[in-house]
């Protein structure tokens, strides 16, 4: 507590964590607006593949290009870095900081293996000329996909920030609310694959 706040009394303490409560309340809701907006920007990408999945302008559709155990390892590596995730938060609640930084490193690294498997498998289709610019299900496919890894890339440097916060600042309770918004963030993103891997995947394997 600071001295100011301590000359102050226990009134303006009771106004200042009152405050702190304000903030974290809008953060909060902050945060849900914009899972919802998200929500709304691939169930968009979802529908425009489902009608465009069809539109391969005499090119190869999902059944000649996706390879279904290289994109089921990818959907394990995911899966695996929401359970690590989880772990993160039991080990905030322990208020273990190393552990906490354990965790966070290994959903990063599974998080960057995923990306980089996704980055090669695209790397591939555009290497073999069935690049966004073939057709309209290739287009699809790319803009859904794509916006997936993006939002992965964005969680990684988010992890990355708080990372270097927890290591230069501690356990702060600011630090534990952004980790809970962290790994529901990353949650998100894995359903969202769930989503992706059936829809996209396996659906167009069969």
């Not at 057709?135 to 990372?163: D, P, R």
Request: glycine residues 10%; contains cysteine.
């Amino acid at each position: 507590m600071s001295r100011a706040a301590t000359l102050a009394g226990p009134q303006h303490v009771g106004n200042h964590q009152h405050g702190h409560g304000q903030d974290a309340a809008k953060v909060s809701l902050g945060f849900w607006i914009y899972l919802m907006t998200d929500c709304v920007l691939f169930a968009t990408l979802f529908a425009t593949y489902a009608v465009l999945q069809g539109n391969t302008f005499g090119g190869p559709g999902a059944k000649e290009l996706f390879s279904l155990p290289f994109v089921l390892v990818e959907t394990l590596i995911l899966l695996t870095s929401s359970f690590t995730s989880g772990l993160i938060l039991v080990a905030l609640q322990a208020r273990k900081r190393q552990l906490v930084l354990l965790w966070l490193g290994v959903t990063m690294a599974l998080g960057a293996a995923f990306l980089s498997m996704e980055l090669y498998e695209f790397n591939e289709l555009i290497h073999e000329g069935n690049s966004w610019q073939r057709s309209g299900f290739l287009s699809a496919f790319f803009t859904l996909v794509g916006t997936h890894g993006l939002h992965i890339a964005t969680g990684l440097l988010w992890a990355a920030v708080l990372g270097f916060m927890i290591i230069r600042r501690g356990l702060t309770p600011m630090a534990g609310k952004r980790l809970i918004l962290f790994g529901l963030f990353w949650h998100f993103l894995d359903i969202v694959w769930i989503f992706i891997f059936t829809f996209v995947y396996l659906m167009g394997a069969l």
